[in-house]
């Protein structure tokens, strides 16, 4: 008998749990419709299963890419809102509209977790990461090299230093395989450096992987990036990763990323190139 009363109350528990989150769905969904006392274009937020476990997290004191690492979830964008001293549905929604507008209507934002602490409230809004994981990794070393071949062609300058037109990079199949390596052991230990987890260096990596005898390697990582355009885009923005990527000795080029959801970065990137002897 006891055991079926227990088993009663954590069912009503549990029931009232989700309906406190359900509430607070509506709520916020209700201020974003409004758009800051003005018709909004965005869709209404979906409750996310990982978002609410990245909410508790939050309510207990961890950071927001902390709380996101943890649980999981890849996003190309994200915000946490906290408000205290609300009890109604009309509360949240006023306290939202109030100090929250740009936030709230923001479009790009799609999912929602809530934990709800006697009058504190904790949201996490974010968008789902339109990151490259579920593509054939040929396809997207391909679209890279799209976007440096492009800039090789046009000529560019890179910081204080102009670099003319040179000839187009061509895909390397041994490349390309030091270049996923690289990016998995930096994805699977959260490090992102040049030298391998076991201290190797990018050449000897390129050696290690068959590519053979060579006049010159270079390398370019990024993390964090979830595109290629967007990784391509960052290297060229910086001097050093740019330069290596209008070199005119360099000949040829391998790609490869990886993905590690429980990391703040989510993705890595390397870039090999390489010049035969």
């Known amino acids: 008998m006891r055991l079926s009363l227990l088993l009663a109350a954590l069912a009503v528990a549990a029931g009232a749990v989700q309906s406190a989150k359900a509430d607070a769905l509506a709520a916020v969904n209700w201020a974003r419709l409004r758009g800051c006392n003005s018709q909004s274009s965005a869709p209404s937020l979906r ?3 990982t978002l609410q476990r990245a909410a508790v997290r939050l309510a207990s004191g961890a950071g927001l890419h902390e ?3 943890a649980v999981g979830y890849l996003t190309a964008q994200s915000s946490a809102l906290h408000m205290s001293g609300v009890l109604s549905d009309a509360q949240v929604s006023d306290a939202l509209t109030a100090n929250y507008c740009r936030t709230l209507i923001d479009p790009t934002l799609r999912d929602m977790g809530v934990e709800r602490r006697g009058r504190e409230l904790w949201i996490v809004l974010a968008a789902p990461s339109a990151m490259p994981a579920a593509a054939d990794p040929a396809s997207v070393g391909k679209q890279v090299l799209e976007f440096v071949n492009r800039a090789r062609a046009a000529g560019r300058r890179c910081g204080g230093k102009y670099f003319p037109s040179v000839a187009p990079l061509a895909l390397n199949v041994n490349l390309a395989g030091a270049a996923r390596a690289h ?7 959260a490090e992102f450096s040049h030298r391998g987890h076991d201290g190797s260096t990018p050449a000897q990596r390129v050696e290690r992987a068959g590519y053979g005898a060579h006049r010159i390697v270079g390398e370019n990582i990024a993390a964090g990036a979830m595109t290629p355009l967007e990784v391509t885009d960052g290297w060229l923005s910086s001097p050093a990763h740019c330069e290596n990527i209008m070199d005119g000795r360099f000949t040829e080029i391998g790609i490869g990323y990886a993905v590690n959801a429980g990391t703040a970065a989510g993705m890595y990137w390397t870039q090999d190139f390489a010049a035969r002897r």
Request: charged share 15%; glycine share 0%.
């Open 67 to 69: 709380a996101l690492a």
């Open 183 to 189: 990016s998995s052991e930096m994805a699977r230990y």
């Open 47 to 49: 409750s996310n299963s």
